[in-house]
């Protein structure tokens, strides 16, 4: 029997909510770069066509840990946060 | 030695701009520096008798592991976990070493999911300190039985910490 439900759960992650997430960029590196980053991982999302938030939070992640700047540990964090996610989440097959 | 109580920690300072901006002006994500903190990590773990140890950057919330041996698992996977589980937050809240000779009895790590769940149980971490004074992350062992450090320990691990740091130094940016 397989199952999909997330362990993250089992160990207390949860994931911020988009706005969250802003809010943490606002306050550590401005608005101008917060919204752009937003929309950058929103377009790229819809060009990949439909995607969870949970992939849409790994992009921003991704694209922000890119940046050589504070915005870049900001995404990295972010990034390791959602693969923790995914890690723990991942399909697990039981007897 | 007498384990830490990790008192009195700064909630403030894992989001210090100023020392996530020298985090970032390590460049330790182009660096292709992993592989020579791996081997330091593996031979600090061969010392120990332990089977993992890291070159953990402590980030604003999440551990990024930038140097390890011995991981598996979820942590393998992601490269780190999430700031709060982490037993290395303590060492740079505090800015001093963080020893849990029993993690199962440990007020600051007992509910931990790395302590509950991935059955880590002793952990020894000294700060990586950068030449600007900041404080990075933790050069760390840590293993799945109770045991204890001693002062020479410490002193091992300080060395490991000194030659990781000087290490990241050689490969600044900023």
Redesign the interface.
Known sequence: MTTDQPSATVYGLTLPSEAEVIADLMRLVGADVAIFASREASDADEEAGPRGYVELLLRLGEQLAARSDVAGVFGRSLAVRVNTYIALSSPRTSA | MTPSDGSSPDAQTL?S?AR??E??DL?L?DSGIDGILSEIAAEAAAHFGLPVALVSIV??????FRGSHGLD???A???????E?SFCQHVVRNRAPFIVEDAQHHPLMQDS?LVR?EGIRCYAGVPLITFRGHVIGSFCVQGPDARSFTKYDLAQLQRYAKRVITRIEQRR?G
């Open positions: 989001s701009t996530l901006r985090i970032a460049g994500d980030l604003d919330q999440a551990q990024y698992g979820s942590m996977t992601a490269g780190g976990t999430p700031a589980w999911p769940i940016r």
